[in-house]
């Protein structure tokens, strides 16, 4: 039986909001909120199919992660026509050029894989190298901890964006 991936994917929209709100002029916010989150469709698939595969497989690896990174920024760069006037009203506009979808994909899937390299040791963030050197028992509530307040100084930052935008 696999265990539910922690910290699972909503864990990862504080630091995506943290790091991106403050940095949005350089890159696309909602591409890395989405990659952010995009690296747990391989544990969501596992568990929902009962495959027989990892739990957290190539997708948490770094090469794994930048790969599906550039996807998913590559991905939200084609939408973004369809979806800027979306993000406008959601005042979460700002990087547009490719290059800050595809940084955004990138750092988003990748800070993914580092957050929750030291929770799991069935991982291989640093692939096609075995093991996780990055495994640290320790740091399993700090990990958390660091999530949740994340989570609340990226929902401050992002009431005080919508507040200065009004």
Known sequence: MHRFPVPFTPYHIGPALLVGLPARRWLHVPTLVLASVAVDVEPLYVIVTGVDYPLH?????????????????????????????LWRLLRLAGGRGLPSFLAAGVAGA???????????PEMAPLYPLPGNPLY???????????????????????????????
């Open 57 to 85: 497989g190539y997708l948490h690896t770094l090469l794994g992660a930048a790969a599906l990174g550039l996807l998913v920024g590559a991905l939200m760069r084609v939408l973004d026509d369809l979806l800027a006037p």
């Open 136 to 166: 640290n028992p320790g740091l399993h509530l700090p990990v958390y901890r660091f999530c949740e307040l994340a989570w609340l100084l990226g929902l401050v930052l992002y009431l005080l964006t919508l507040v200065r935008h009004e």
């Open 110 to 120: 990748v800070v993914h894989v580092l957050l929750d390299a030291p929770l799991y």
